[in-house]
T-cell receptor, first 116, second 114 residues
Framework: DQQVKQNSPSLSVQEGRISILNCDYT??????FLWYKKYPAEGPTFLIS?????DKNEDGRFTVFLNKSAKHLSLHIVPSQPGDSAVYFC???????????????FGKGTHLIIQP | DSGVTQTPKHLITATGQRVTLRCSPR?????VYWYQQSLDQGLQFLIQ???????AKGNILERFSAQQFPDLHSELNLSSLELGDSALYFC?????????????FGNGTRLTVT
């Protein structure tokens, strides 16, 4: 049973427009969420995170929104740039309840393609 | 460059064999995590070590084992290999014993079991 779901395997966006990547989770104990970005032949790199005490976190062009009642989070990239083309993974953890000691639970990823 | 080194990059072996994957964490990081990424799957957490001690276990098979040495490098041992064990194996490190601090991933070891 997948506890973190990224239902769009791929997403194509024009350069300069907004990219919105979505993630849903089923485990109500998750209280900390992270986005990682992965280029081919490389390991994932940390992008941005949000804890359940917030509903928005912003870092430059990247903003993550959390809707706890819907168990949904989204990553917005504005404006999208060619270098943003990568696979984006949503991940979750039980920080407050589990101490964050366990490994992250990852979604399957969304391949974002930025078109010139 | 994440600072995490994984060797080898590629490994091809036959069913029933045993292999060892190696990971050197980023300088100063005490935690090492192992993840498996099978085809079309997300990263599956296998096991975590912190300063030489096992800290958390995920979906790690009994045929798999790991350890972290005094110099903090880690090895993942996979035995009695099956075709389904073919995957990308990632190691990640962090300074603390919690995975909510950003993990720094190596570039992975691609294991092919034939």
């Amino acid at each position: 049973d997948q506890q973190v779901k990224q239902n769009s395997p791929s997403l194509s966006v024009q350069e300069g427009r907004i990219s919105i990547l979505n993630c849903d989770y089923t485990n109500s104990m998750f209280d900390y969420f992270l986005w990682y970005k992965k280029y081919p032949a490389e390991g994932p790199t940390f992008l941005i995170s949000i804890s359940s005490i917030k509903d928005k976190n912003e870092d430059g062009r990247f903003t993550v929104f959390l809707n706890k009642s819907a168990k949904h989070l989204s990553l917005h990239i504005v404006p999208s740039q060619p270098g943003d083309s990568a696979v984006y993974f949503c991940a979750a953890n039980e920080m407050y309840s589990g101490g964050g000691a366990d490994g992250l639970t990852f979604g399957k990823g969304t391949h974002l393609i930025i078109q010139p | 460059d994440s600072g995490v080194t994984q060797t080898p990059k590629h490994l091809i072996t036959a069913t029933g064999q045993r292999v060892t994957l190696r990971c050197s964490p980023r300088s100063g990081d005490l935690s090492v995590y192992w993840y498996q990424q099978s085809l079309d799957q997300g990263l599956q957490f296998l096991i975590q070590y912190y300063n030489g001690e096992e800290r958390a276990k995920g979906n790690i098979l009994e045929r798999f084992s790991a350890q972290q040495f005094p110099d903090l490098h880690s090895e993942l041992n996979l035995s009695s290999l099956e075709l389904g064990d073919s995957a990308l194996y990632f190691c990640a490190s962090s300074p603390r014993d919690t995975s909510i601090s950003p993990l720094h991933f190596g570039n992975g070891t691609r294991l092919t079991v034939t």
